[in-house]
């Protein structure tokens, strides 16, 4: 996106997240962003906060933009900041406001077996993605993305969309959102990933594909974590979480309604394998029951 903006305006500063240690040495690592900044040899600001931040307000005021543009930054603007630029500020956000406001739209939107969603340019207010709409674009799900492919998608879309809407600043009408439409997506847990055998096949391979990034799939037998890749729904019928059978295309295993076919498996501290190879080392064949998780209420 800041390569698709940089090309038609003057970017005057780029904002990320402050670095962040990463891997098993916790290396401090710059955001995507900020290292594609220096790369280019923009200004970059990290503020480790912004609320009561008068120095990077006056960075911000400093640097004379007319617009600012945010995408995925993770943190809720404060009014005194949200002044600063002229035309205030626009936010891409990856689904059809007011549906699926919040840190995963992308995930929940596959969880819940949407065939549609989209990108939204909304002018960003002191709500969590409350702001008025200014543009907004439909996206045709494929059947097989996971969030992985679909965030591919909707990256491109975006990046369209907002070269759009600076192109057309002076003339967008912004529109309020309907709170009554309005619905969530929050940040997602590991438990998001686990499988609920009880559920129709779909909703368990709609699940999966939403999770594909992280947390992944997660199953448990006699108690073991085993990570579960290359779900499809199949016909089959049996107890939920039941083993039907055994082939060389993986291991069909009963939902509560329909059952799923599983590609790989992966065990704790091992590398994915073949789930026809994993059930005969494991001495996993048919009849046999993976365990019944279920979330706890709250």
């Not at 007011?98 to 969880?111: C, D, M, V």
């Amino acid at each position: 996106m800041l390569d698709a903006i940089r090309e038609r305006f003057n970017v005057v500063l780029v904002v990320a997240q402050p670095d962040k240690p990463v891997g098993r040495g916790l290396k401090l690592t710059p955001p995507p962003v900020a290292a594609r900044a220096t790369e280019l040899g923009l200004p970059l600001a990290q503020p480790a906060k912004l609320r009561g931040n008068a120095a990077f307000e006056t960075t911000l005021r400093d640097s004379g933009a007319d617009v600012a543009v945010t995408c995925a930054y993770g943190k809720i603007l404060p009014a005194s900041l949200l002044r600063v630029p002229r035309h205030g500020f626009l936010n891409t956000h990856t689904s059809l406001l007011p549906r699926y406001r919040g840190a995963a739209p992308i995930q929940w939107a596959l969880i819940a077996g949407e065939a549609v969603t989209g990108t939204t340019i909304m002018q960003t207010d002191e709500g969590m993605d409350t702001g008025p709409v200014v543009l907004q674009q439909e996206l045709t799900i494929e059947p097989a993305w996971t969030s992985l492919e679909l965030a591919d998608a909707l990256a491109t879309q975006a990046a369209g969309l907002i070269v759009q809407a600076l192109e057309e600043l002076g003339a967008l009408r912004p529109t309020a959102q309907n709170e009554a439409q309005a619905t969530h997506a929050p940040m997602l847990v590991k438990e998001d990933g686990f499988v609920r055998w009880r559920d129709p096949a779909q909703a368990i391979v709609n699940r999966f594909r939403g999770v594909a990034a992280w947390p992944q799939t997660t199953a448990f037998l006699s108690g073991a974590r085993l990570k579960l890749g290359g779900l499809s729904s199949v016909e089959g019928q049996g107890q939920p979480g039941e083993v039907l059978r055994i082939d060389e295309a993986g291991l069909v295993v009963a939902a509560g309604s329909g059952a799923v076919r599983i590609e790989t498996v992966q065990p704790e501290a091992r590398k994915a394998q073949p789930a026809a190879v994993w059930a005969q080392t494991a001495g996993v064949g048919a009849g046999a029951r993976f365990d019944l998780w279920e979330p706890q209420p709250s």
